[in-house]
Nanobody, 123 residues
Framework: VQLQASGGGLVQAGGSLRLSCAASGRTFSTYFMGWFRQTPGKEREFVASISPSGGRTYYADSVKGRFTVSRDNAKNTVYLQMNSLKPEDTAVYYC?????????????????WGQGTQVTVSS
């Protein structure tokens, strides 16, 4: 499984960005997908996740109400819509795939990772 994240960039506080993560593989619709983020010197932290069908989503408290995770299984792509961005959202964002559907928020629950995309929010 290969994951390619894109859509990061520089945005002012209060602005929006949409991240995309394109996945290889013919069984994308069976993967539980997650988004994480990491800043220098800190652990990679859970942001959001979505069940294989898209019917269940989960969010970290810090992004709840501002970020929305979605997926298009026909396009093998998962999205993270980020609104009302804050400077503390600045990080490298990673998408990840969990092939055994563990519904976890820990990095150890995921089997494959994308390369990351930088999001910078200026104040």
């Amino acid at each position: 499984v290969q994951l390619q994240a894109s859509g990061g960039g520089l945005v002012q506080a209060g602005g929006s960005l949409r991240l995309s993560c394109a996945a290889s593989g013919r069984t994308f619709s069976t993967y539980f997908m997650g988004w994480f983020r990491q800043t220098p010197g800190k652990e990679r932290e859970f942001v959001a996740s979505i069940s294989p069908s898209g019917g269940r989503t989960y969010y970290a408290d810090s992004v709840k109400g501002r970020f929305t995770v979605s997926r298009d299984n026909a396009k093998n792509t998962v999205y993270l819509q980020m609104n009302s961005l804050k400077p503390e959202d600045t990080a490298v964002y990673y998408c990840a795939a969990d092939l055994t559907v563990r519904f976890g928020t820990a990095t150890t629950s995921y089997d494959y990772w994308g390369q990351g995309t930088q999001v910078t929010v200026s104040s």
